[in-house]
Nanobody
């Protein structure tokens, strides 16, 4: 069982930066692949970024590639999403998720554990 708690969301102006974090409980964090997803108002949840269990492999949605960076610190049981050059269309609730088999994926149905989400609002 893994419990995930996101933090770091907030209000930022367009063009600004924000880093959200996800702290995981348990001693097996380093065996999980981790992902970030988001849900904007009135839209379906969508994939943002994923990172393999050792942090060697990463994968991004086209909409955030070059602007967002996912990273993890297994010693701290934490995964991060650094968001730069933010746009109003990045406004959403951001969720982190853990995938037991350790392989990255953009498919939300493959993730086993989810956090409660953190709100990110980008003003124009």
């Amino acid at each position: 069982q893994v419990q995930l708690v996101e933090s770091g969301g907030g209000l930022v102006q367009a063009g600004g930066s924000l880093r959200v974090s996800c702290a995981a409980s348990g001693r097996t964090f380093s065996t999980y692949a981790m992902g970030w997803f988001r849900r904007a108002p009135g839209k379906e949840r969508e994939f943002v970024a994923a990172i393999s269990r050792a942090g060697i492999f990463t994968y991004y949605a086209d909409s955030v590639k070059g602007r967002f960076a996912i990273s993890r610190d297994n010693a701290k049981n934490t995964v991060y999403l650094q968001m730069n050059s933010l746009k109003p269309e990045d406004t959403a609730v951001y969720y982190c998720a853990a995938k037991s088999d350790g392989y990255i994926s953009a498919r939300s149905m493959e993730y086993d554990y989810w956090g409660q989400g953190t709100q990110v609002t980008v003003s124009s």
